[in-house]
């Protein structure tokens, strides 16, 4: 090889040497160069690296000779590993600098010769702001945690006194604690009335609360929507009949049985349909009209729609996207006129949009409104095995035994002492004996001592809740069997579920219907001597 081929290649690799420099002086990183004995080779630093140490004086030395001890036998430990397996090592360090913290990435790569570049990257930056994410998700999931416990709270802060109001009414009316006379009946309705709007009210606001902290879960199941639609009309003829509305139906004999929420979806119906009798003049008509529509025209899925049709005063054109809103109602005369919070709307559109659905309304002015649900069909399961006239609307239960057999014994674990008195007064004129606990250690103790037939348990009480004591029970092989129905006044999502995991047999949200009581107590008394 002749002197100016040599020149040549010196030059090149000059000029390799001076592009590689200047591509590691442009990172914003400190990078070093060490062999296998842990030794200094080369040492560079970036404008923008953040370096202590002096390049020219490391050189040579050892990483345990220049750096901290812990730092020092991280970084001989990656040196080792990434000569060992030829791979790029990654490790993040934190070290004090100028009396602050700083996180640093370290990546150790083979670079052949036995020896290894370490690239020095600062990260503090990010870090605080994972740090800084961190800590915000925390602070969201406290505030999501407190939400949930002041709804847990207001629900049971407000359907315990609305339980006493309630059933006290409902007892009175039935003669528990003496006779009355029509006008005091009356009377007694229109708190009843008042009070059954006030749950009302309370339970809007919950659900448009649970939907917006995502703690409402469907739970779907097969339903008949036969069925569906006409035990939601049974809530509005009452209100029908007084106003001399025609109610109008127009549900096919063989629809499907479907895969949706019932309860959910029948809370829709219901709040549309209470709308269309409110907002529909005496002698006016209301017409509920079912159809199954094919999949063609909707991606192929069909689509079951339900619309509400009413001759009531309707709604101007500027005032229809307001519907939907929670909280608002699009007239204040018509708030004045009509009570409400404006949350139906809002609630039906939320609980639609959940099933995938969608919401429509067509309406003019002094001529009527028609709403339509649009739900995705996807789970059609089979056609009803029975007739609409073959669904039992009611439950039929076994009668107690006779006056002769032994007089059951309830006992009625609670710590509200109006709820005590409501319900042991109505049991109690039903002919049942009432044995009261007013803490979960105290009904433990009572069902063991006394074997009732059957438990009233309260969830929320004080010493030990209901869900702890009715495990405790369980435990109990004389009481294994033993009826238990839960009381509980937070109604939340998933209250059910954790009650009858506990081992409670049924479960009833207050505020409580007596009747509803008393049937319950009855079908489980059946049973349990069946």
Known sequence: MDISDRKAIQEALKLSEERSRATLLALPDVVYRINSNGQYVDFLVSPQGKNLIDPQQVIGKSLREVLPSDIAEIQCSLLQKALATETIQI???????????????????????????????????RKLAEFQLQRTNEELMRATRLKDEFLASMSHELRTPLNAILGMTEGLQAGVFGSVSDRQIEALQTVENSGNHLLSLINDILDVAKIESGQMILDLTTTSIQHLCRSSLIFINQQALHKQIQVIERIPPNLPDLLLDERRIRQVLINLLNNAVKFTDVGGSITLAVTLLSGEDYGGKAVLRFAIQDTGIGIAPENIKKLFQPFIQIDSALNRKYEGTGLGLALVKRIVDMHGGNV???????????????????????????????????????????????????????????????????????????????????????????????????????????????????????????????????????????????????????????????????????????
């Not at 490790?91 to 790569?109: H, M, P, W």
């Not at 007064?425 to 606990?437: C, H, M, P, Q, W």
């Open 91 to 125: 490790q993040e360090q934190q070290i004090c600098l100028d009396g602050k913290q700083v996180y640093e990435e370290v990546r150790v790569a083979p670079c052949g010769n036995n020896e290894v570049v370490f690239f020095i990257r600062d990260i503090s930056d």
């Open 360 to 530: 429509s309304i067509v309406s003019e002015l002094g001529v009527g409104s028609c709403f339509t649900i649009e739900l995705p069909c996807g789970s059609v399961v089979l056609p009803s095995s029975q007739s609409e006239s073959q669904i039992p609307l009611n439950l039929h239960f076994q009668p107690l035994q006779s006056s002769s057999s032994r007089i059951p014994l309830i006992l009625l674990a609670e710590d509200n002492e109006a709820n005590i008195s409501t319900v042991s007064s109505y049991l109690g004129a039903k002919g049942y004996r009432i044995l009261v606990a007013k803490d979960g250690q105290e009904a433990i103790a009572l069902a063991k001592s006394h074997q009732p037939d059957l438990i009233l348990m309260d969830i929320q009480m004080p010493v030990v809740d209901g869900l702890e004591a009715t495990k405790q029970i369980r435990l109990d092989p004389s009481l294994v069997n033993l009826p238990i129905i839960a009381l509980t006044a937070l109604a939340m999502e998933g209250d059910r579920d954790r009650c009858l995991a506990a081992g409670a047999n049924h479960y009833l949200s207050k505020p409580v219907k007596l009747k509803q009581l008393d049937l319950c107590i009855k079908e489980l008394l059946a049973n349990s001597r069946a």
